[in-house]
């Protein structure tokens, strides 16, 4: 389960990132001592409670495909901790004040650095930017572009985070009533992996065993471990998706192929 925290240190906000999310000391709800964490304030969030929400989800996600991310926490901001970051920090008291109450929160790694602009991916992680690639696809994640990976490294780990745009398919008026075919999302002709995946050999073959599992068992975890704030006709709408894709697992793949052929 994520586990709920609490913010006993604020650090600073970090200044990569459209969001400024604050870097704060956390204690579990005895007062020990955790780690520090990467806290996405509700408040500073364009959508809110839905970038938190979209959050989770994709951390849960990439866990269940066997991608590395921050571990994950769900952070509670109080009333008197808000008031005494925004005494010290004015410009950014209305986002302080308006994320009182939990928000999202990412384990930092001291070790790990930003994937480079223009790094050519190693053959160690080829295979793995290849299942990252058909992530984004999977939770239609438009923002894992050349400019603004999202993604850290640390030996030949890579580690994702920053969901908050995900789900993109949630903005269709008229959803697709075929979400597993790829040839409409034109974000992926911009994702950070798409030039140097193509024409390069793919195997799919444990990602699709992943998707083919997801709705048994998984994705009720996944909507277990929302907080019931966050529990609304988003996440159903959400787990929609994931299953009509999961049962077009296979057509999923070939779409991956296409789209790197």
């Not at 008291?93 to 308006?98: D, G, K, L, Q, S």
């Not at 966050?230 to 057509?251: D, T």
Request: aromatic share 8%; with cysteine.
């Amino acid at each position: 389960m994520i586990p709920q925290l609490v913010t006993a240190q604020f650090h600073r906000f970090m200044t990569a990132g459209r969001t400024s999310p604050a870097l704060c000391g956390c204690e579990d709800d005895e007062g020990n001592r955790v780690d520090d964490f990467v806290v996405k304030l509700r408040g500073g969030l364009d959508n809110g409670q839905k970038g938190l929400l979209f959050e989770v989800v994709a951390s849960r996600l990439a866990t269940h495909f066997g991608l590395a991310s921050p571990d994950p926490a769900l952070v509670r901001i109080d009333a008197k901790f808000a008031e005494l970051v925004a005494e010290r920090e004015p410009h950014h008291a209305t986002r302080m004040r308006n994320s009182i109450g939990l928000n999202f929160g990412s384990r930092l790694l001291v070790d790990a650095t930003e994937w480079p602009v223009d790094m050519k991916i190693p053959d160690s992680m080829r295979q793995t930017a290849l299942n990252i690639f058909a992530f984004d696809a999977l939770i239609q994640n438009p923002d894992r572009r050349f400019e603004n990976q999202n993604l850290l490294i640390r030996g030949d780990d890579i580690f994702v985070f920053d969901h908050e745009l995900a789900f993109s398919f949630l903005l269709d008026i008229r959803p697709s009533p075929t979400p597993w075919r790829l040839h409409d999302q034109l974000y992926l002709g911009n994702h950070v992996f798409y030039t140097q995946l193509r024409k390069k050999p793919i195997d799919l073959s444990r990602f699709v065993d992943a998707l083919v599992a997801l709705p048994v068992g998984a994705m009720q975890e996944i909507v277990a471990e929302v907080p019931p704030e966050w529990n609304n006709e988003i996440l159903q709408r959400i787990e929609g998706h994931l299953r009509v894709v999961s049962n077009h697992a296979i057509e999923f793949a070939e779409e991956i192929r296409r789209r790197l052929a």
